[in-house]
């Protein structure tokens, strides 16, 4: 059976790197894979890798943009026309939104027997202007009709798309976005120094956070609340790891606060694992989210996480059992919450291992993908009518 993967671009970031995995993993012999891509993610290089390696094909279409450009759009789509009439896949499993949109397209107009699409998290948020809200929760509803199942990768988002009338909700599936559980904790022989390494204090207690900078992970209430902790306790240092466009910004803003020697940005990195290790807590101010894969990773190495209470983060976190739910905004209560983690150590210690029983073999990505298995199959040799 072959499979098309479609996404809109190979960032460093979950959706990325659980779709790369699922390609180079699914069984070889009851399966051959292709990746479909728009081009300039980080992970690119590691695409072209794979399709050497596992005789996939890879295709990058230049026009697949996460922005909405009337013109490249339709160029995206008849680039992904082209390349599915010459495959002629089996199925068809979109993710992110750009791509789970005209990749779902394109495939119906293919006739490709079987659609899947992932949501790593809607496209559409409440900080969108209605009108866009509406015309995105619009297409969302056209392409469902097209989809002969939609994977969830949280239960907020499943009943979110019900009820917002988003598919057959019996079509859903829950298949959550995994992780490779042997990988964490990761070890690190000696603490202190690669805390230095990673430019935080041999004996000081880190901070740190995990994500792009755009709206969507906010990373300036990151820094405001950093600020805010700094001024009780100025021997904690805070890591942020990720870029993005609005990178100038927060560096401008942790500059002008007069941050800059506790709050540090190392872009995208390959040693998160080893980063979380000597961190000692985590901290997340996403406004929405599916099911972050940072935040299974963070509880994963026994890090307490303090987060924003949104979406998937709540159905992983409880508060004040395996860490914190914040208000979306309250960077005051995070703040509070940090400082008081730092404060107790035996609280940290206890939270911190209820975090990492948290992260079930449901979680694991090797069931992420025997999963994805079964459902092909099972869609494949009975699919439904579109």
Not at 67 to 81: Q, Y
Not at 151 to 161: G, I, L, M, Q, T
Not at 270 to 296: C, H, M, N, Y
């Amino acid at each position: 059976m072959k499979i098309a993967h479609i996404i809109t671009r190979l960032e460093l970031g979950g959706a990325q790197r659980n779709t790369l995995y699922t390609v180079s993993h699914l069984n070889p012999e009851r399966f051959s894979c292709l990746l479909i891509s728009g081009e300039g993610g980080m992970l690119d290089d590691e695409a072209r890798e794979l399709g050497t390696k596992n005789r996939a094909g890879i295709y990058f279409i230049p026009d697949l943009i996460r922005e909405t450009l009337p013109l490249s759009d339709l160029r995206a789509l008849w680039g992904i026309i082209r390349v599915l009439r010459r495959e002629r896949p089996d199925v068809v499993h979109t993710h992110s939104s750009k791509a789970g949109i005209l990749g779902r397209l394109a495939a119906w107009l293919c006739g490709v027997p079987v659609i899947v699409h992932t949501y790593h998290g809607f496209g559409f948020h409440p900080r969108q202007s209605p009108l866009a809200r509406h015309f995105f929760v619009f297409l969302e509803r056209f392409c469902a009709r097209r989809t002969h199942a939609l994977v969830f990768v949280s239960k907020s988002n499943r009943d979110e798309a019900a009820a917002l009338g988003i598919g057959d909700p019996r079509r859903y599936h829950l298949i959550r976005s995994g992780i490779k559980l042997s990988d964490y904790p990761a070890a690190v022989p000696d603490r202190g120094r690669a805390k230095t390494a990673f430019g935080a204090g041999f004996h000081k207690n880190v901070v740190v956070s995990i994500g792009n900078f755009k709206p969507q992970k906010n990373a300036m209430d990151f820094v405001s609340a950093a600020e805010m902790v700094l001024a009780e306790n100025s021997e904690i240092e805070f890591l942020y790891v990720g870029d993005g466009a609005m990178r100038a910004a927060v560096e401008a803003r942790i500059f002008a606060r007069g941050l800059s020697f506790r709050v540090k940005l190392l872009g995208w990195r390959k040693d998160v694992a080893q980063i979380l290790a000597v961190s000692d807590i985590f901290v997340l101010t996403s406004l929405w989210e599916g099911l972050p894969r940072a935040l299974l990773e963070a509880m994963a190495s026994g890090l307490v996480p303090v987060c924003y209470a949104a979406d998937g983060i709540s159905e992983m976190v409880q508060d004040g059992i395996n860490g914190f739910l914040i208000a979306p905004g309250d960077t005051a209560a995070l703040a509070k919450r940090v400082i008081q983690l730092v404060s107790d150590e035996p609280l940290r210690r206890r939270l911190g291992l209820k975090a990492r029983e948290s992260v079930t073999q449901e979680f694991d990505i090797d069931v992420m993908v025997r999963l994805q298995e079964q459902l092909y199959q099972d869609l494949f040799s009975k699919p439904s009518a579109t």
